[in-house]
């Protein structure tokens, strides 16, 4: 499967923005997605995981409650809605799929990787 991630950009604190994860040549009903997001000089950190086989969603504690994670089956793309930005949220934000990993909260358990998009949150 290819991913190809979209839509950051620069936004004020408070603001909102909607990621996308479309998906080539396989269908994103076959893996368990993931976001993750890594700032300058930090290491790359989970955000959100979904998993189509039984609708299941998990986030960081950090994004818990501001951020969604979906998916669109009829557009083979998993989003990442994002609302009540912070600018501790600005990173470059990669979506990934796996499918025989062991913890879906490591990067270690996906397998193929978007290019990642910047998203910038001014104060």
């Known amino acids: 499967v290819q991913l190809q991630a979209s839509g950051g950009g620069l936004v004020q604190a408070g603001g909102s923005l909607r990621l996308s994860c479309a998906a080539s040549g396989d269908t994103v009903n076959n893996y368990v997605m993931g976001w993750f997001r890594q700032a300058p000089g930090k290491e790359r950190e989970f955000v959100a995981g979904?998993?189509?086989?039984?609708?299941?969603?998990w986030y960081a504690d950090s994004v818990k409650g501001r951020f969604t994670i979906y998916s669109d089956n009829s557009k083979n793309t998993v989003y990442l809605q994002m609302n009540s930005l912070k600018p501790e949220d600005t990173a470059v934000y990669y979506c990934?799929?796996?499918?025989?990993?062991?913890?879906?909260?490591?990067?270690?358990?996906?397998?193929?990787w978007g290019q990642g998009t910047l998203v910038t949150v001014s104060s």
């Open positions: 979904f998993n189509w086989r039984g609708g299941s969603t």
């Open positions: 990934a799929g796996g499918t025989s990993g062991s913890n879906y909260y490591t990067k270690q358990s996906y397998d193929y």
